[in-house]
């Protein structure tokens, strides 16, 4: 049996055509037309972006520790204010650096390693019952604006103060790489078999979710290559499914979708290898932003 596209797409142009005039000579015709156009992607908006933001926000304001009566707020001069605000500025960023190192003695209690991120020195180190083995330098990060609202309710310090889990993460490199080599007879093969072991330089891309809807992005600081590039693709996809599937199981439990608290840092190709590959058991992680 054959199909004749001419006339199938003859057809289905006419059909076409005739809908849209239709819709275009009655207005209740284009308001449910539109209506069904944008309803999906204002749901979507609404359900992933919207409430996530509004419910953090929300849950921010509730926590918020309460604040003095307005009638001693009036009574402050504000010159008095403005000359107590470095010294405020210091206790805060004190209370910030207490509650890491409470952190990092928690995980030095524990026989697997460890991660502590450091942005006000852009360290990134790997630790083993608090010993530090390896010290990144970060070349360049980024954060979600989502800190600076924590940090304004004075939320960070009891965030910080426990670290963070490891639950899942993605990258473009294997944890632990394979390389078969078939043994030889005798020594007259191996001599034939003989060859140079070359060095392995895979283009790194990894995202670490933690606890707490924290997620940490790392990237090397030279740009990828083909290959590199077609894997960072597909690992990008991986982490936006992965994503997506999250949301989805928060709604079907009628739960709002968590906002998440992203940091994006860039390391050079061997830190960022070493690291990733350090990752086996119950990793914590200690944050000082």
């Known amino acids: ?15 076409v055509g005739r809908s849209f005039a239709q819709i275009n000579r009655s207005r209740r015709a284009r308001a449910f037309f539109l209506l069904a156009a944008f309803l999906p992607g204002l749901v979507v908006i609404l359900l992933f972006i919207v409430a996530p933001v509004h419910t953090a926000k929300t849950h921010l304001c509730k926590s918020e520790e309460p604040r003095p009566p307005k009638a001693a707020e009036t009574a402050v001069d504000s010159s008095a204010q403005n000359s107590a605000q470095p010294f405020i500025q210091r206790i805060d960023s004190l209370r ?9 003695l928690e995980t030095a ?10 942005l006000r020195d852009s360290l990134f180190c790997l630790y083993i019952k608090g010993v530090p083995v390896r010290q990144c330098r970060i070349a ?12 304004s309710h004075r939320l960070l310090y009891k965030t910080n ?3 963070f889990s490891l639950q899942r993460d993605f990258a473009t490199i294997r944890k632990i790489p394979i390389k078969v080599i078939h043994a030889p007879k005798d ?7 003989a060859q140079k072991i070359k060095l392995e330089k895979p283009d790194v891309y990894c995202r670490l979710y933690f ?7 790392i990237s090397q600081t030279t740009s990828p290559s083909l290959a590199g590039t077609l894997k960072r693709l597909v690992y990008q996809l991986r982490c936006s499914f992965y994503a997506l599937t999250e949301r989805i199981k928060a709604l079907a439990h009628l739960r709002t979708p968590a906002h998440p608290l992203w940091i994006k840092i860039r390391l050079s190709e061997e830190d960022a290898k070493a690291t990733y590959r350090a990752l ?6 200690a944050l000082l932003i």
């Open 1 to 15: 049996m054959k199909i004749d596209l001419k006339s199938t797409y003859k057809t289905f142009s006419g059909f």
């Open 96 to 104: 910030g650096e207490k509650s890491y190192y409470q952190a990092l």
């Open 109 to 118: 209690r524990r026989d697997t390693f460890s991660l502590s991120l450091n």
């Open 140 to 151: 360049g990060f980024q954060h979600s604006r989502l800190f600076d609202c924590i940090r």
């Open 161 to 163: 103060s426990t670290p």
């Open 187 to 193: 020594t007259i093969e191996a001599e034939r078999m």
């Open 211 to 217: 606890s707490a809807n924290l997620i940490i992005d």
């Open 280 to 285: 086996h058991g119950d990793i914590r992680l």
